[in-house]
């Protein structure tokens, strides 16, 4: 299954998006309160996305738009969500890589130290004209896969 969205980064807009992949997850995955946990656990991870693209690469610049493709795909007992989300943005120069770890009141790098025990795969990687950050989570029925 995919899903192709255009979100305008005003507040309205980006809560409605993020409102519409909590439901498909939760319609695809199922609604079990320990699939509800990691469906909100990924929803952290494309939340803290997209605010990163708006801090960093639009300066807040709330006019901008963001397109986002939602990709779930069937491997046996498992079902692989990929988020591709493209900004418009000057390219990122320089690769990110999250910290081992977090000090107790480190501000810096924690949305990336987060995402890093969340997911199974992220980066961004520079565009011609933008970057394309990408997320992806496996689920499996029954199993903590977010460890």
């Given amino acids: 299954m995919i899903f192709q969205f255009t979100v305008q980064c005003t507040e309205s807009e980006i809560l409605a998006f993020e409102k519409e992949v909590m439901d ?3 319609r695809v995955l199922g609604d079990s309160s320990d699939m ?3 469906i909100h656990e990924f929803h952290f ?3 803290e996305s997209i605010l990163n693209i708006l801090q960093h690469t639009y300066k807040w610049d709330m006019s ?3 397109e986002v493709r939602l990709q779930i795909t069937e491997e046996r007992e498992k079902r692989i ?3 591709f ?3 418009f943005g000057q390219p990122v120069p320089k690769k990110l890589v999250p910290p081992e770890s977090v000090d107790r009141f480190q501000m810096r790098k924690r949305g990336l130290y987060m ?3 969340i997911l199974d795969e992220f980066y961004l990687a520079p565009q011609s004209d933008g970057n394309l950050t990408y997320l992806k989570k ?3 029925e029954g199993v903590n896969n977010a460890e």
């Fill in 85 to 87: 989300i493209r900004d």
């Fill in 138 to 140: 496996v689920f499996t």
């Fill in 24 to 26: 498909i997850l939760s």
């Fill in 115 to 117: 995402m890093s025990k």
């Fill in 36 to 38: 509800l946990m990691r």
């Fill in 45 to 47: 991870c494309i939340h």
């Fill in 64 to 66: 901008q738009k963001l």
């Fill in 81 to 83: 969500c990929e988020v």
